[in-house]
């Protein structure tokens, strides 16, 4: 009996993913299981970020309806640690395990030094 009840009924998930349908603003659009419309976009405080269509996001069940939690990471070339933030557009600055900030090819160093692409210290 208590299996007809177990696989009789499914369970809805706390989560699942889906692909940004229409984005660019703090609601969304998606396509999952189900279309999902004026999903509201969380992100830790600071970052404002609105993810472009076709990035696949994870959503979960909110009482106040369905939240897009985030979208899922590139694989990019960064060491345990070490934090990246890029555009769409190319843009990109890489937290760095020794202190160095990276912007657009130009390296902060963690005594003040800014150095080139190429290593050579312009400032």
């Given at each position: 009996?208590?299996?007809?009840?177990?696989?009789?009924?499914?369970?809805?998930?706390?989560?699942?993913?889906?692909?940004?349908?229409?984005?660019?603003?703090?609601?969304?659009?998606?396509?999952?299981?189900?279309?999902?419309?004026?999903?509201?976009?969380?992100?830790?405080?600071?970052?404002?970020?609105?993810?472009?269509?076709?990035?696949?996001?994870?959503?979960?069940?909110?009482?106040?309806?369905?939240?897009?939690?985030?979208?899922?990471?590139?694989?990019?070339s960064?060491?345990?640690?070490?934090?990246?933030?890029?555009?769409?557009?190319?843009?990109r600055?890489?937290?760095?395990?020794?202190?160095?900030?990276?912007?657009?090819?130009?390296?902060?160093?963690?005594?003040?030094?800014?150095?080139?692409?190429?290593?050579?210290?312009?400032?």
């Amino acid at each position: 009996m208590w299996l007809s009840r177990k696989f009789g009924s499914r369970q809805k998930e706390s989560a699942e993913t889906g692909t940004v349908a229409i984005g660019g603003s703090s609601t969304i659009k998606t396509a999952s299981t189900v279309l999902a419309e004026n999903v509201q976009n969380y992100a830790p405080y600071g970052y404002s970020a609105f993810a472009p269509c076709g990035e696949e996001i994870l959503l979960i069940s909110s009482a106040n309806g369905t939240a897009g939690a985030g979208t899922k990471m590139s694989d990019e070339s960064i060491n345990e640690g070490e934090i990246s933030i890029s555009s769409k557009g190319g843009a990109r600055i890489v937290l760095k395990n020794d202190g160095s900030i990276q912007i657009n090819g130009f390296v902060f160093t963690a005594d003040g030094k800014i150095k080139n692409a190429e290593g050579q210290v312009v400032l």
